[in-house]
């Protein structure tokens, strides 16, 4: 599919797309990058999209999925915001646990800290990680928990750490 064909049939559907991916995240600004998103992965499957008989039906059902996916990250991101302390959600410095974090997967094993990086930084989905690393998917879901318990462990070593010196200061 070549450019001019991929205007008259896809990208003319970007203002239908938009209102769909906007009746599911309530919020303009995230369904137009959501919008951006889905057109982009559209352009990069260009020549499967060729075998598809129903474009738009097609990219409808991409938006809809990328739209429900990205409501259950920020359901489970609540979810786990409830469930921690009303101080730790009160943090003030997300940027130095971030910063962390980063630096904890740095030190994990190759294939874990592959993994991990591709999955919860840049937010590939599994079947992508199969394909670009070379593993099979039950080794990746494996590197991944591993990888994901690891972090877990150390920050809460550290945030216990730092608890205990807070508590010491207040006496």
């Given at each position: ?11 003319i ?12 995240l309530l919020?303009?600004d995230?369904?137009?990058d ?6 982009l992965?559209l352009?990069?499957?260009r ?6 008989s ?6 409808m059902r991409?938006?809809k ?8 990250r920020?359901?489970?991101k609540a ?18 646990t971030r910063?962390?974090?980063?630096k ?10 592959l993994?991990?990086?591709l999955?919860?930084?840049e ?12 593993i ?5 879901r ?25 508590r010491?200061?207040?006496?």
């Open positions: 599919m070549n450019q001019e064909t991929f205007k008259t049939t896809v990208f559907l970007k203002d239908r797309l938009f209102r769909f991916a906007n009746r599911f919020d303009q995230d369904a137009f959501l919008v951006q998103e889905v057109l992965k352009w990069e499957s020549v499967e999209l060729l075998k598809v129903n474009v738009e039906a097609y990219a991409m938006t999925n990328f739209a429900l996916n990205r409501l259950n920020e359901g489970v979810k786990y915001m409830g469930q921690l302390d009303q101080d730790m959600q009160q943090e003030k410095y997300p940027a130095l910063e962390l974090i980063l904890m997967v740095d030190r994990l094993p190759e294939k874990q800290r993994v991990m990086y999955r919860d930084i937010e590939y989905e599994i079947a992508d990680i199969v394909t670009l690393v070379g099979d998917e039950n080794a990746v494996v590197n991944l928990s591993r990888a994901r318990n690891v972090v877990k462990a150390n920050l809460t070593k550290v945030f216990d750490y730092e608890e205990r010196r807070i010491a200061i207040k006496g």
